[in-house]
């Protein structure tokens, strides 16, 4: 949502606008006038007019008219473009990209940035290339994609050091400054918004200097120092008030409102947001009135006031689709869905998250698979909202679907749209709905376990039979026993109105899953080193171990819902985990008696249920080439990782298993040099079942902002590491892989799932994979990985013959840590 402006305005100054979460740039130079006495009299004319209409739209855009903006500014450009002055024309179409971007149609506003990029490059204009680097990095930064924002701010810094533009200079690093209290290092973030306030002081730019002071209350207040945070805004209302701007007075107020709120003084946060109305109101800043608007509402909300909390949450609802601002409809629609819900009235709150719902999609399309992974993280708070309000009028059909709609949908629209390029059909793909959850379920012959966390409260689960049969339980969080920090009502309710999300790494389900993996010896800091595994054996054969960790795992996770599961071992269960639950090692969960898991069913993961149906789709296409190659890799020769680079350890045992396996599956096993990535990537194009056994890299290699990678061995100039961004671009027509390798089913936590290797394989056409969620052993894994080939060609069923190998396997390696690593997701068949 893009929130009050405080400062850095005007009309064609080189720092043009100020908004919560930006320093626009607009360079005066950038924008030329041209003396008219220079042209024949009808051009001379035809170029005021556009400067005219140019000017207008700043004017328009200031007082939040995006849509009247957007006209000026288009008749603008089709003038320059027609009197053939490409250095305004740039501009123009940057400024475009800034009314589409406040509009919400962020797939336009990058395109204008870009293409505005483009003219200022072919006329060899740095302080314009630095202007569009600049605006294309506020663009990516309202989608949430702030590792790109900060690549653009940094290439714009860069140029204005290069041309010694010291206010250029001050606006990149405040972008900078901005991106870094967004990802939440906000010692960066300060740094940066320091270097500015130096800058603004040196050039004695007042306004920028009180914007400065606003930005760095911000990153006080995110810190918890807000004392520190006050003393900031204040001096930047001071500033605001000594030069008379108004603006930037209002949004000084505002953000004051916000500190005290965060304090618990309500009462203070409601007296500064209504002053920062009046102001709004005064300048006719609709934008702005909507924004205090939504701050009074938050306010009401937290002190229980729900009638004023709705009224003025409708008001900011109002000014929003006035002024056609969809990131401000979707926040203020989320705001007055759960003041209704909260209020009792859950028929109408059920109607308005589900619109709020409706404006995130709508927001999302058009965008890229990255860009809605990024947007999608500060969308989730409707989704888990109103499933808590279905729930509460017991429609709990109704909330599955919502559950099943708000996750991995990019995922889910990427493999989609892959499958539809190939098949030359339409890309369209909507949620499921309740037959068609229960169609999945049938096509399966699966039980569906899918979970949905609802912060520190609840836990829903919905299991789906075979038959269709559906059954809701809830588990109530609040009994873990695990000490947290305690939340408070008022930091209850900010996350549930996004104004302060609650972390999920903080949540007691994510604690709990923290100490379950450290009692297995396999906690998130392990390393993707699989020869470091190696240890001597502490468990005698055929002995149990008893894990007070798995058992609490399982009466959380499974009790709840084990009269539901199947009584035959060998029916499928298929788990839909939630957010932390993806990082659960089901297969090794322990009931009172000590038994797992795996021993009473056969399991699969899947990121959605909808995900099912299309890996179900990729399974007949790949069955249908009937391909015979199986491709299978030990040990390469380890390529460099790190600065200073260091050769990752050679692996005999995974030379061993792939030697062992490649009999198996009557092939040869590629090692050592002869395993290229080079090599290697082109004869997975060919094979219908791969095995790579070598190294799993986690968060030490990150390409396109996705974690993992699987080593092979370089050649020429690629560097042996196969990434998972690398991954995602091949068009794999394998029926299984397998990644004997340490931690390649983890990655990025989402709310789109689990982005990694996992997610890049399945979108590039695999319906079955095998990864692990943790640091394995050499010797054991080896032991496990030959085990489950040999149960394959008894029985072709993957998670059958998984189970069977985890059964024998765990009879000479006791500790789950030794065979419990691995899951299957997708296709059983």
């Known amino acids: 949502m893009k929130l009050q402006k405080i400062g850095l305005s005007g009309l064609i100054s080189i720092l043009a606008a100020l908004t919560i979460g930006e320093f626009r740039f607009i360079p005066n130079s950038q924008f030329k006038i041209v003396n008219s006495q220079a042209l024949a009299q009808t051009q001379a004319q035809r170029q005021a007019e556009a400067d005219r209409l140019f000017y207008q739209g700043r004017q328009q855009y200031q007082i939040s008219q995006f849509q009247a903006a957007l006209q000026s500014w288009q008749q603008a450009l089709i003038i320059y473009r027609e009197i053939k002055n490409r250095q305004n024309e740039g501009v123009a179409l940057g400024s475009l990209g800034d009314a589409y971007e406040s509009l919400g149609d962020y797939a336009k506003a990058i395109e204008y940035q870009q293409q505005s990029l483009a003219i200022a490059r072919e006329i060899k204009h740095r302080q314009s290339q630095g202007a569009a680097l600049g605006n294309l990095g506020i663009a990516y930064e309202s989608l949430g994609d702030y590792a790109k924002a900060i690549e653009y701010?940094?290439?714009?810094?860069?140029?204005?050091?290069?041309?010694?533009?010291?206010?250029?200079?001050?606006?990149?690093?405040?972008?900078?400054?901005?991106?870094?209290?967004?990802?939440?290092?906000?010692?960066?973030?300060?740094?940066?918004?320091?270097?500015?306030?130096?800058?603004?002081?040196?050039?004695?730019?007042?306004?920028s200097e009180g914007a400065a002071l606003g930005h760095l209350g911000i990153a006080y207040s995110l810190l918890g120092d807000y004392a520190?945070?006050?003393?900031?805004?204040?001096?930047?209302?001071?500033?605001?008030?000594?030069?008379?701007?108004?603006?930037?007075?209002?949004?000084a107020l505002g953000n004051l409102g916000i500190a005290y709120e965060s304090l618990g003084d309500y009462a203070k946060a409601i007296e500064y947001a209504q002053q920062s109305l009046a102001i709004a109101r005064e300048i006719k800043d609709r934008q702005s009135q909507g924004v205090a608007l939504g701050k009074l509402g938050n306010a009401y909300s937290l002190l229980g006031d729900y009638a004023k909390a709705i009224e003025y949450a409708q008001q900011s609802l109002a000014i929003a689709r006035e002024i056609k601002d969809r990131q401000s409809e979707e926040a203020a629609l989320g705001k007055l869905g759960f003041a209704l819900a909260s209020s009792g009235n859950l028929p109408a709150a059920e109607k308005t998250l589900f619109d709020s719902i409706k404006v995130s999609e709508s927001l999302?399309?058009?965008?890229?698979?990255?860009?809605?992974?990024?947007?999608?993280?500060?969308?989730?708070?409707?989704?888990?909202?109103?499933?808590?309000?279905?729930?509460?009028?017991?429609?709990?059909?109704?909330?599955?679907e919502i559950a099943?709609?708000?996750?991995?949908?990019?995922?889910?629209?990427?493999?989609?749209?892959?499958?539809?390029?190939?098949?030359?059909?339409?890309?369209?793909?909507?949620?499921?709905?309740?037959?068609?959850?229960?169609?999945?379920?049938?096509?399966?012959?699966?039980?569906?376990?899918?979970?949905?966390?609802?912060?520190?409260?609840a836990l829903y689960i919905w299991v789906i039979k075979p038959t269709g049969e559906i059954t809701f339980r809830s588990v109530d969080l609040k009994s873990l026993d695990i000490n947290l920090p305690e939340v408070t009502e008022g930091a209850r309710v900010s996350a549930a109105l996004g104004t302060r999300g609650l972390n999920e790494q903080d949540t007691a389900l994510a604690e709990m899953i923290r100490g379950t993996r450290e009692a297995l010896g396999v906690s998130a800091g392990d390393t993707a080193n699989r020869q470091a595994a190696n240890r001597p054996a502490s468990t005698p054969a055929n002995s149990r171990i008893i894990y007070p960790k798995l058992q609490q795992s399982y009466q959380l996770l499974i009790q709840p819902i084990a009269d539901l599961l199947p009584t035959d071992p060998n029916a499928p269960v298929i788990f839909i985990p939630h957010q932390s639950l993806f990082l659960v090692p089901f297969v090794a969960l322990q009931d009172p008696t000590g038994q797992y898991l795996i021993e009473k069913h056969t399991i699969l993961i899947a990121p959605a249920i909808q995900i099912l149906q299309l890996t179900r789709q990729s399974r007949q296409k790949v069955r249908q080439l009937s391909l015979q190659n199986n491709l299978v890799v030990g040990n390469p020769t380890m390529p460099k990782i790190g600065t200073p680079p260091r050769q990752l350890d050679p692996l005999p045992g995974s030379e061993q298993e792939a030697i062992t396996i490649a009999q198996l599956l009557n092939t040869k096993p590629i090692t050592g040099s002869q395993a290229t990535?080079?090599?290697?990537?082109?004869?997975?194009?060919?094979?219908?079942?791969?095995?790579?056994?070598?190294?799993?890299?986690?968060?030490?290699?990150?390409?396109?902002?996705?974690?993992?990678?699987?080593?092979?061995?370089?050649?020429?100039?690629?560097?042996?590491?196969?990434?998972?961004?690398?991954?995602?671009?091949?068009?794999?027509?394998?029926?299984?892989?397998?990644?004997?390798?340490?931690?390649?089913?983890?990655?990025?936590?989402?709310?789109?799932?689990?982005?990694?290797?996992?997610?890049?394989?399945?979108?590039?056409?695999?319906?079955?994979?095998?990864?692990?969620?943790?640091?394995?052993?050499?010797?054991?894994?080896?032991?496990?990985?030959?085990?489950?080939?040999?149960?394959?060609?008894?029985?072709?069923?993957?998670?059958?013959?998984?189970?069977?190998?985890?059964?024998?396997?765990?009879?000479?390696?006791?500790?789950?840590?030794?065979?419990?690593?691995?899951?299957?997701?997708?296709?059983?068949?």
């Open 364 to 400: 999302r399309a058009g965008l890229d698979d990255a860009n809605k992974v990024s947007i999608f993280e500060r969308q989730t708070n409707p989704y888990v909202n109103l499933q808590q309000v279905l729930i509460a009028q017991k429609k709990t059909n109704d909330a599955l």
């Open 228 to 251: 520190k945070a006050i003393e900031y805004q204040q001096q930047s209302l001071a500033i605001a008030r000594e030069i008379k701007h108004r603006q930037s007075q209002g949004a």
């Open 404 to 457: 099943e709609r708000g996750r991995a949908r990019a995922f889910v629209e990427l493999l989609a749209s892959r499958q539809a390029a190939s098949a030359s059909v339409p890309t369209t793909i909507n949620p499921p709905n309740i037959q068609q959850i229960q169609q999945i379920a049938k096509e399966q012959n699966s039980t569906l376990v899918e979970y949905s966390t609802i912060g520190n409260q």
């Open 677 to 829: 990535k080079a090599s290697i990537t082109q004869q997975m194009l060919k094979a219908r079942i791969i095995h790579l056994a070598t190294h799993g890299l986690l968060n030490e290699v990150k390409r396109r902002d996705l974690p993992g990678a699987i080593a092979l061995g370089p050649s020429g100039n690629d560097d042996g590491l196969l990434t998972s961004s690398e991954i995602l671009d091949l068009k794999l027509n394998a029926e299984l892989v397998v990644l004997s390798a340490c931690n390649t089913g983890r990655g990025k936590l989402t709310g789109d799932g689990v982005l990694g290797l996992s997610r890049a394989l399945i979108s590039a056409g695999v319906p079955s994979i095998i990864v692990s969620l943790w640091l394995v052993p050499d010797a054991a894994t080896a032991e496990l990985m030959a085990e489950f080939y040999r149960q394959l060609q008894l029985n072709p069923n993957k998670a059958q013959a998984l189970r069977q190998a985890m059964l024998i396997t765990m009879k000479m390696h006791p500790n789950p840590q030794d065979w419990a690593a691995f899951t299957l997701i997708g296709e059983a068949e």
């Open 153 to 207: 701010a940094q290439q714009s810094l860069a140029i204005a050091r290069e041309i010694k533009d010291r206010q250029s200079q001050g606006v990149a690093l405040g972008n900078l400054g901005i991106a870094y209290r967004n990802i939440g290092d906000y010692a960066k973030a300060i740094d940066y918004l320091q270097q500015l306030l130096a800058i603004a002081r040196e050039i004695k730019g007042r306004q």
